[in-house]
């Protein structure tokens, strides 16, 4: 069974330093990886999402993750986060046998002027 | 931009009544699922829904649960006698195509459902 962890739930940053939201997975297939984020009153919005290929991603909003097949990590980065970042992040884990995503806990981001 | 609505955005009903959470997904998409958070917990999968038939659920999508895609812009979830845990947030999600995990899902903004 796949099963995600992060393991920071909250994460507090001051404007324009960089940001890492760590995520590590499990599982005895080859995975695809996501990262969502939620605003505050909003549904989940894919930031990026890790299917083959290089192992650096980049996504929206100037977040990139890197997969490290060995570590079995997806963690998230941003060098220099904005006030307008703060929200809920979870990692997310698929595989090309289905299309149930499994979620983390989630992260809040809380980025503070 | 093409999103996923959801209504209501917040439901309240007693133990036992019956409730009906609808989605509409987006227009060309093919493939929906619902998903559900309750409050401080994981976001977890419920179900998964292709050309009318469930494609995939999990162990939480028992008897009392069931989808339906009743005309060509509604999916919806019903619980038929609610209980106190069900009370969460429930997302609806769609695809394009589907089956093989790469596909993005777009995630409407919730219904939080609370049961008394």
């Known amino acids: 069974a796949q099963s995600v962890t992060q393991l920071d739930s909250q994460v507090p940053v001051f404007e324009e330093a960089p940001v890492e939201l760590r995520c590590n997975y499990s599982?005895?297939?080859?995975?695809?990886l996501f990262w969502y984020v939620q605003y505050p009153n909003q549904g989940l919005q894919l930031l990026l999402k890790?299917?083959?290929?290089?192992?650096l991603v980049k996504g929206i909003n100037g977040f990139e993750a890197e997969f490290n097949k060995s570590q079995t990590s997806f963690h998230l980065r941003k060098p220099s986060v904005h006030i307008s970042d703060t929200a809920e992040y979870f990692c997310?884990?698929?595989?090309?046998?289905?299309?149930?995503?499994?979620f983390g806990t989630g992260t809040r981001l809380q980025v503070f002027p | 931009e093409p999103e996923v609505t959801q209504t209501p955005s917040h439901q309240v009903t007693q133990m036992g009544q019956e409730v009906i959470l609808r989605c509409v997904p987006i227009?060309?998409?093919?493939?929906f699922y619902w998903y559900r958070q309750i409050l401080g917990q994981k976001v977890e999968f419920l179900v998964s829904f292709y050309n009318n038939e469930i494609s995939e659920k999990s162990e939480i999508f028992d008897d009392q649960f069931s989808v339906e895609r009743p005309d060509g812009s509604n999916f919806t979830l019903k619980i038929r006698s609610t209980k106190l845990e069900d009370s969460a947030m429930y997302f609806c999600a769609s695809t394009y195509y589907g089956g093989d995990g790469t596909d993005t899902q777009y995630f409407g903004p919730g219904t939080r459902l609370t049961v008394l």
């Open positions: 890790y299917l083959s290929g290089s192992t």
């Open positions: 599982s005895s297939v080859s995975v695809y």
């Open positions: 227009s060309n998409h093919l493939y």
């Open positions: 997310a884990v698929s595989d090309r046998n289905t299309d149930k995503l499994i």
